[in-house]
């Protein structure tokens, strides 16, 4: 634990997608100690640092529950029960997909869709400020197990009361919040705004003209940075992807896809003066949006949602790097290698009990000179059962890898999206 508790204080800065093979790294040539400290290291505070522990150590038994729970799946299943990714971006999400009433003077004004995302380890809802718009109250439907209509879930069926979390006018955006709210979701990765491509294709999940829970295709038309368009009497602005997947009323606030499953943007406006033009913005202002420190909203007589000033960010927002007396690590006896054989210095070597055996390596994957990856071998048999990667290059651990059998191939992979230091997806590899 002492070792585990060590590592991960000093653990995970940027790192490329590529990793090295540490496995082979007897076998590569190493040089004398070095002497000198990264200074420029974010590292995992305390607190942080203990969870991380505590669900790393738990990959093992993540890995016979993923087991099981395939096995299950599968029984008696003659044929697959999805044909492929595309079905699986409904299958994986729709449960993630509400429908929001608009309610005034205790009637439905307005309907719309929202996406339920995991924000500071509690649930809430995105969705479009004009689907909240003037609202006395805000109720908000699950996805129930059979299909039924529009009509009948809004009478039938129980709903939730939602409370207004944050809203940005500007960028026709709204988080909404439930308390108590219970619900397992998936967890969403995230495509940034330029890596958006022209006809590449996009999925939107929602409830066009109250046909509840619809799932419908189309492509990127068009990338637009900084886009200004009004809606009925108010101006926005936001970076927007156009898109040909057919929306209508009520899938405004819903969720857009990409073939990867990845969210792009969210459903926001039509051109009425066009034909199939309409628009989402872009994830990258969700998640601008989503850091932002919740400013105060209260309700004025005459109902209407006033929010104040306020500035700050939470959820994602990204470490600050501490000072450097205590933001470094420490590798004046660590062994210096060159992993790619190319001449530079890519990797430090830490063997602490001077066994000969090197527990703990650091790598400079990209060779830029920061320290970028991290991998240990625990029981010391020169296999690197763990693997952490901080693919977003903020000081957090947002990827995890363990070689169970030690085979040299990794068995399990742990996805920490929201970087809270709890990992919240596991997968059999």
Do not use: C
């Amino acid at each position: 634990m002492k070792l585990f508790l060590k590592l991960f204080l000093f653990l995970l800065i940027n790192v490329s997608a590529k990793a090295f093979d540490f496995n082979n790294i007897y076998n590569v040539k190493t040089y004398s100690s070095t002497t000198l400290e990264i200074n420029d290291t974010n590292l995992v505070d305390e607190k942080n640092s203990e969870s991380l522990i505590e669900n790393i150590n738990n990959l093992n038994e993540a890995l016979d529950v993923k087991s099981k729970e395939l096995i299950k799946q599968n029984r008696n299943r003659k044929t697959v029960k999805y044909k492929g990714p595309i079905e699986d971006i409904f299958t994986e999400n729709a449960d993630s997909v509400v429908f929001i009433g608009n309610r005034k003077n205790n009637r439905i004004q307005g309907v719309g869709s929202g996406l339920i995302i995991k924000h500071k380890n509690k649930l809430k809802i995105i969705t479009n400020w004009h689907v909240i718009e003037d609202a006395d109250e805000l109720d908000v439907w699950l996805k129930p197990e059979k299909q039924i209509d529009e009509r009948f879930l809004i009478q039938n069926v129980d709903s939730y009361n939602a409370k207004i979390y944050n809203i940005d006018k500007r960028k026709d955006l709204a988080i909404l919040e439930i308390p108590n709210l219970s619900l397992r979701i998936k967890s969403i990765n995230f495509k940034e705004f330029k890596k958006i491509r022209h006809g590449e294709s996009l999925f939107v999940i929602g409830h066009p003209r109250g046909q509840l829970w619809s799932f419908n295709e189309g492509r990127v038309s068009n990338i637009w940075p900084n886009y200004d368009w009004k809606y009925k009497g108010s101006s926005h602005k936001a970076n927007v992807i156009q898109h040909q997947v057919p929306v209508s009323p009520g899938n405004s606030g819903g969720p857009v896809f990409n073939k990867n499953k990845e969210l792009v943007g969210i459903v926001t406006f039509v051109d009425p003066e066009g034909q199939n033009l309409n628009f989402a913005v872009a994830v990258d202002d969700v998640i601008d949006f989503l850091n932002e420190k919740p400013k105060k909203v209260k309700k004025k007589k005459n109902n209407k949602w006033i929010k104040k000033k306020d500035k700050g960010s939470t959820w994602i927002k990204k470490k600050e790097k501490k000072k450097k007396t205590d933001g470094s690590i420490d590798l004046s006896n660590a062994k210096e290698a060159d992993i790619n054989n190319n001449g530079t210095i890519d990797a430090w070597l830490i063997d602490e009990n001077n066994n000969g055996i090197y527990e703990i390596a650091y790598g400079d994957t990209d060779e830029n000179g920061i320290i970028d990856l991290l991998v240990m071998d625990k029981n010391e048999n020169k296999i690197y059962e763990f693997t952490f990667i901080d693919s977003d290059e903020d000081g957090n651990p947002n990827i995890a890898k363990y070689d169970k059998d030690e085979d040299g191939k990794d068995d399990v992979i742990a996805y920490d999206y929201d970087q809270d230091g709890e990992w919240d997806k596991y997968e059999n590899i």
